[in-house]
């Protein structure tokens, strides 16, 4: 296991993830219920979007080199645009339904439901995908992914509106977009010259 792919994966998932709506609904069950039920239930659905993505990336490594840089180049290029092109997030979006009790499984299940679809086919869980075939190596891909899915949701379960105090969504998106296109380019360029 390589602990620079795994730096990597953090550093660009952990960027892309901030603006997302999985971190609006961590901060919503967060300022409602027990941090720590409510972190395990959001740990344990990010563990299966990784599983997943981990999965589909795979899949793609299977495609001879040239197809691969291109198929990776695409998604990462489509992955910026989406974050340069997306409208701000609705408040309404971090509604959620709220659990019946308050105890641990309801709690924690609720967070696990929430995270669990809003994350399939989430740029995230697609970035996760590309970073596996890309490296080819699914277990640091795996670990920095889903480290960083939870610092993220940590960090908006805790403190997360202290943090867009001091630094503007717009700013986290921007970063996130620019380092997704650097990747696209060193993919298609890959593809290119084989």
Not at 28 to 52: D, E, S
Not at 73 to 100: C, N, R, S, Y
Not at 141 to 147: A, H, N, P, Y
Not at 149 to 168: E, R, T
């Amino acid at each position: 296991m390589s602990i620079t792919v795994a730096a990597i994966t953090f550093g660009i998932i952990f960027l892309a993830e901030l603006p997302d709506k999985t971190a609006l609904a961590s901060l919503v069950l967060g300022t409602r219920y027990r941090a720590g039920y409510v972190f395990v239930g959001i740990a344990a659905a990010m563990a299966v979007q990784v599983g997943l993505a981990i999965a589909a990336g795979s899949l793609l490594a299977l495609l001879p080199h040239r197809w691969l840089e291109t198929v990776v180049g695409l998604l990462f290029l489509g992955g910026a645009l989406m974050l340069l092109l997306q409208k701000e997030e609705d408040e309404e979006e971090g509604a959620v339904k709220e659990p019946t009790s308050t105890g641990f499984w309801r709690v924690a299940g609720t967070g696990f439901l929430v995270v669990l679809i809003a994350e399939f086919g989430d740029l995230t869980q697609i970035t996760t995908a590309n970073l596996a075939a890309k490296y080819t190596d699914p277990l640091a891909v795996g670990l920095g992914s889903w480290l960083a899915l939870c610092a993220v949701s940590a960090l908006a379960i805790v403190g997360g509106q202290k943090l867009m105090k001091h630094v503007p969504l717009r700013v986290i998106t921007r970063v996130a977009a620019v380092i997704m296109l650097v990747l696209a380019a060193v993919s298609l360029f890959g593809a290119v010259t084989g």
